[in-house]
């Protein structure tokens, strides 16, 4: 059973980066698609970008050019650099596995175990 622990939210002000992590236990996450999802108050929850694999990644539209994820396979953990961070990133993050090896058009019923999420707030 995979357990995520997500770290390294807070609050920014707007054009300010942040680190999130997602350690993963019980399974090694290396083989499996991995994706950062954010939700803000009263809106869907919002798969932001995934890697497979292969290290191939997919980006929603809003966060390409400032966002990147990445693995360490090592250690087990997944990554999250938000640069250039606006108001509108202002969410919970959750970092999510799926049992598959590519990530492309899953759904977020495909993602299950999620971690518990960390809160990232941007200031204007």
């Known amino acids: 059973q995979i357990q995520l622990a997500e770290s390294g939210g807070g609050s920014v002000q707007a054009g300010g980066s942040l680190r999130l992590s997602c350690a993963a236990s019980g399974y090694s996450t290396s083989r499996i698609c991995m994706a950062w999802f954010r939700q803000a108050p009263g809106k869907e929850r919002e798969r932001v970008a995934s890697i497979d694999r292969d290290a191939g990644t997919i980006y929603v539209d809003s966060v390409k050019g400032r966002f990147t994820i990445s693995r360490d396979n090592a250690k087990n953990t997944l990554y999250l650099q938000m640069n250039s961070l606006k108001p509108e990133d202002t969410a919970m993050y959750y970092c999510?596995?799926?049992?598959?090896?590519?990530?492309?058009?899953?759904?977020?019923?495909?993602?299950?175990?999620w971690g518990q999420g960390t809160q990232v707030t941007v200031s204007s």
């Open positions: 999510a596995a799926a049992p598959v090896g590519y990530c492309y058009n899953l759904q977020v019923s495909a993602f299950a175990p």
